[in-house]
């Protein structure tokens, strides 16, 4: 059987043919609406390509309604759900990131949430993503409420033994994630070592707060860069902007 790529994925695809990409994660936990739609806008001037939503403690109902409305309503950016879990979908986004934690020690975060959140994706009409989630050293929050068994830092060919694996599965993104908030993001060997292997895009998330860190990430083989911390915890709208504009020339310059 042939698919047809859905829209939010050719058009990440056709974006990829021309640059790499920066992706913004806001975790509704964290922010309100209002918030979410400022920083939606704001990344929309300065060059962001998507707006990723979702938490490891999963923002459900009501709140992740109102967030993501805030966004589709601010900017025309593509939503794309990033759940920690089957209770994070949503009607309003645009498309999501059907992930499956291949390095998580319990089936319920390789298939098992999935299976339960299917039916709603589909009811929904909501873009699904298939894509390899793997979580890096330290992991951090998403690497404990997952139940994963991080792959080491120092183990790049772990992370691409797993990576190849999701490909192989049918998964069309890998993502390497260190955690929100890592004190350090994803060793630049450990993305060329999983870049040289896989035909399919590679992004990159966690740690990454600077622009130089970004470009690291960028040339080692990375395809898209997730930022997420760095501008939820920028203090005020006008430095997260700072802070977009450095990530953005470090990725795109």
Known sequence: MNLKLGKVESYIHEKLEKEKLHFVLLDPDDIGPETAGKIAEMSEEVGVDAIM?????????????????????????PVILFPGSHGGINKYADAIFFM??????????????????????????????????????????????GDAKPIPRHKPKLA?????????????????EAGSGAPEPVPPEMIAVV????DVPLI??????????AR????AGADIIV????????????????RLESIIRGIKG
């Not at 992740?64 to 409305?69: C, F, K, M, S």
């Not at 690291?216 to 040339?219: M, S, Y």
């Open 53 to 77: 939503i979702g938490g490891s403690t999963g923002a459900e109902g009501d709140v992740l309604d109102g967030v993501v409305r805030a966004i589709k309503e601010s900017s025309s950016l």
């Open 100 to 145: 499956s934690l291949l390095n998580s020690r319990n089936p319920f975060f390789i298939t098992g949430a999935q299976a339960l959140g299917a039916f709603q994706v589909k009811r929904y009409g909501i873009e699904p993503i298939p894509m390899a989630y793997l979580i890096i050293e330290p992991g951090e929050t998403v690497g404990w409420v």
């Open 160 to 176: 691409a033994a797993y990576a190849l694996a999701g490909q192989y599965l049918g998964m069309r993104l890998v993502y390497l």
């Open 195 to 198: 870049k040289k292997v896989i």
């Open 204 to 213: 990159v998330g966690g740690g990454i707060r600077s622009g130089e860190q």
């Open 216 to 219: 690291t990430a960028v040339k």
């Open 227 to 242: 930022t997420g911390t760095a501008i939820e915890k920028a203090g005020s709208l006008e430095e997260a902007k700072k």
